[in-house]
């Protein structure tokens, strides 16, 4: 596959969810961007963009192999012009003790070949910010705020020195707000300061979107940023100020009409997601699957779609494996971490892959683990980007799927209204 147009930003996100929010905030920022899933393969027929966003699902694996998919992504990049690539993670830094954000980091900057690198997961839109080294959400540490118990990759440390310094083999260092209100100078001179004394990456403040800007302009002096959308914006803002690109609208492609069947499945177990599906019980039907008999076996799902199938012709329907987070705990107890993620992620899955074979060609799906799942048995390469439905949530069209015409919707559990589920309806006509 070839691109005609210069490539200016390669990034590499580690889940779909938080690709659709990194590639919707480039398409604000003006560049002219396309999602894809996984390293595309040579006869993928992409439109000519300025942004490519590789979608991994490789937050939670095992961090050698998250590895090597992220160093194939890059070197994918590079091999098609990429001269910045980001390495996007998600705004709440999930990881644990072993990963998989320093490991990644560490062999990204090793084939960059930069002396150090930039690292912040501020995004201030979404109410992530990072001051002196530690994130808040809101108003409240990460340890104090909700999100701090992701089912997989529960984060109880706010302060992302210590937390990325428990995962790296480089030394990590600092720059604080102060160096950040005195512009990109003064942050090129800090870097220098750190690099000089063998830091290899730098958690860096930020509390508004100047900080953002800031953060960008001096992110390409290098070749390798690390963070989540929000230094997408300061990069895409960047980019148009360089003059290197000229600030484009959104593709009308990505917008025109499909119809057809919608239905809605939501697996994250975050509150706001919670929230979500209590909310779209008064505007359509929902069921709730049975954690336990989801694990037992393939009937639970197929109980869903025989309930689906039967109510799609009068309009969308929700399908929810979420829990709260006691629920979760205890189901982890009687069954063991992985074992419940998976069968719940395979379960969504089959379900997914259901409901297309019966004719929903609109599919709105919450939770970052669930979209992984529910992309790779749908077999979809790509993705347009298209309307914003929500601070980080895209309309998406499908590219290059083997079922045709489609749109959709991948959500990160923390994003959204209460309104989410009609909200992205109406745009996904």
Known sequence: MTLARKLYLGCIADDYTGASDLANTLTRGGLSTVQTIGVPAD?????????VVVSLK????????????????????????????????????????????????????ADSGDAIVLVTP?????????YMGNLFVG???????????????????????????????????LIGL???????DAVRARLADLSGKGVGAAIVDAAFDRDLETIGAVALDH????????????????????????????????????GGPAACLAGS???ATLQQIAAAEAVMPVLRLDPDQVIAGKEEARRALAWARGRLGEGPVLIASSSTPDQVAALQSRHGRDAVGHAIEQAMADIAEGLVESGVRRLV??????????????????????????????????VGAANGEMLLALKSGNFGGPEFFSDALKLMR
Do not use: Y
């Open 178 to 184: 102060a160096d950040i209100a005195r512009g990109p």
């Open 365 to 398: 799906v919450a939770g970052g683990e669930t979209s992984g799942a529910v992309v790779d048995r749908l077999g979809i390469p790509g993705f347009l980007v298209g309307a914003e439905i929500a601070a980080g949530v895209p309309v998406l069209r499908a």
């Open 122 to 130: 501020a995004f201030p839109e979404t109410g992530r910010t990072v």
């Open 269 to 271: 177990c975050s509150q």
């Open 43 to 51: 006869d993928l027929a992409l439109p000519e963009v300025d942004a």
């Open 223 to 258: 070749r390798l940023s690390v963070g989540a959308s929000g230094i997408g914006l300061g990069l895409a803002r960047a980019l148009v100020a360089s003059g290197k690109i000229k600030s484009s609208v959104p593709s009308a492609a990505a917008d025109a009409t499909v």
């Open 139 to 173: 108003s409240v540490p990460l340890n104090e705020s909700p999100l701090k118990d992701h089912p997989l990759n529960p984060m109880h440390d706010s302060n992302l020195v210590r937390v990325l310094a428990r995962q790296s083999q480089t030394k990590i260092g």
């Open 58 to 109: 490789s937050r939670s694996i095992e961090a050698g192999l998250a590895v090597s998919r992220s160093r194939s992504a890059e070197k994918w990049l590079r091999g098609h012009g990429a001269q910045h690539v980001l390495f996007k993670i998600c705004s709440t830094f999930d990881s644990t003790d072993a990963g998989n954000i320093g490991p990644v980091m560490d062999a990204l900057r």
